[in-house]
């Protein structure tokens, strides 16, 4: 019979166990460990030890098979700590920036306004009426430029932003008809207040607009006023009669070198109503709709210049005819002009960036400023002991309204 075969019941060899020796591969599949613990716990004999730390301090709890350190964590959460210091220190700038570049518009359009509408020169004056047209399409301009930005500086992007926002949406265009011609209205009862007034009783007086606001904020947007911004309205109300109480050279009937103040105070009042009403019904388009500001100034922008040119052609339209569109114009008259288109576009930003407080401070210091200005070199003013009452009133006032008391409440603990 032949022999069997002893290759069949030779027993096989004996396999190390994966845990000794050099099983690397073994090793990281059956604890599931990091490289660095595999390579630190192959070799020796305190590897069970050491494969323990090592997998301790470098594995996170839930994660299979480990996970990275913890230092590239702690790396990326104060990377995202130090942008989000950064980012609230470039919004303060901006803040601020846009508060002094709203005390510096507004003081200087009021100096400047007033300024050139005094000024004695030979030939005829400049039309407040082409200037205000002239504003309106410095102002579309700008807001083109913002919106090309905005774009990514692409003129295809920019042309169907403006065909979907503006052309394709004609109701909403048509929207801004209203205070559109509003602020017309207003922009040239300003040019015809700063011929009659001086500068520091204008600037105090316009500040009225805050009442016409609160009113129209309450009855157009059921708007809820607090104790102390009904406090303030009075005070306000209060401080604007101290400003126009008449003075010893008005009772003396002294002559004012830009015509009468009576004219001036009804202007400035017809703007603080337009002012209040105009600025209400634009707050509330702009809450209904999700369009752009600068959109939406565009669209006031090209109503307010059609108005214009209609104000022109029927106030001014002899003139115009006879001596041309920019009779008048001077250097000082074209910045005048600028400041004025640059006023909308600074409240968009002071509205965005800054709070009522600072934006009241922001007043308050144009105020000032106007006064000082006003005094020492339009010299077309003599502040008395009732005027600086009536100023501190109103300036005590501005604070007020924008003030907002937090709850005195324990905060809810999440």
């Not at 050099?22 to 599931?32: C, F, H, S, V």
């Not at 040119?309 to 001596?323: F, T």
Request: overall charge positive.
């Amino acid at each position: 019979m032949p022999e069997p075969s002893r290759e069949r019941h030779l027993p096989e060899p004996r396999r190390k166990p994966e845990h000794l020796g050099d099983g690397t591969a073994g090793t990281r599949k059956r604890l599931g460990c990091t490289e660095l613990a595999v390579a630190t716990a192959t070799g020796d004999g305190g590897a069970a030890g050491q494969r323990s730390r090592w997998t301790q301090r470098t594995r996170q709890p839930g994660a299979p098979g480990g996970a990275e350190p913890r230092l590239p964590v702690v790396g990326s959460a104060g990377r995202a700590a130090r942008e989000a210091n950064e980012d609230k220190t470039m919004s303060a700038n901006l803040k601020y920036l846009s508060l002094g570049i709203l005390v510096f518009q507004t003081t200087s359009l009021v100096l400047t306004m007033r300024y050139s509408r005094t000024l004695k020169e030979e030939g005829p004056r400049y039309l407040s009426s082409t200037a205000v047209v002239v504003a309106e399409l410095l102002k579309i301009m700008a807001c083109i430029l913002l919106v090309y930005k905005e774009s990514k500086c692409s003129l295809r992007a920019l042309n169907r932003v403006l065909h979907d926002e503006i052309l394709n949406k004609p109701m909403e265009t048509l929207k801004l008809a209203i205070p559109s011609g509003i602020y017309t209205l207003q922009n040239n009862l300003l040019y015809v207040a700063l011929s009659n007034l001086d500068a520091a009783t204008y600037q105090v007086t316009y500040q009225l607009k805050i009442l016409t606001t609160a009113l129209f904020s309450v009855s157009m947007l059921s708007k809820k006023l607090g104790v102390y911004q009904w406090l303030s309205l009075v005070i306000l109300m209060t401080g604007v009669a101290f400003v126009q109480w008449p003075s010893d050279s008005q009772l003396d009937s002294k002559e004012l070198s830009a015509g009468s103040q009576f004219v001036g105070l009804m202007a400035v009042l017809t703007a603080c109503f337009s002012s209040g009403f105009a600025g209400v019904y634009f707050e509330k388009i702009l809450k209904e709709t999700k369009q752009s500001v600068w959109i939406r100034n565009i669209q006031l922008g090209f109503f307010g210049s059609i108005f214009g040119l209609m104000g022109v052609y029927i106030y001014d339209g002899e003139l115009v005819s006879k001596n041309g569109f920019f009779q008048g114009y001077n250097r000082l008259t074209w910045i005048v002009v600028v400041l004025q288109a640059l006023g909308g576009l600074v409240i968009a930003a002071v509205i965005k960036y800054a709070d009522n407080i600072l934006k009241g401070f922001a007043t308050s210091l144009s105020i000032i400023l106007s006064t000082l200005i006003s005094y020492f070199w339009l010299q077309d003013f003599v502040p008395t002991s009732v005027f600086f009452l009536g100023a501190i009133l109103v300036i005590t006032a501005t604070f007020l309204y924008g003030y907002d008391p937090k709850p005195a409440g324990n905060p809810t603990k999440a």
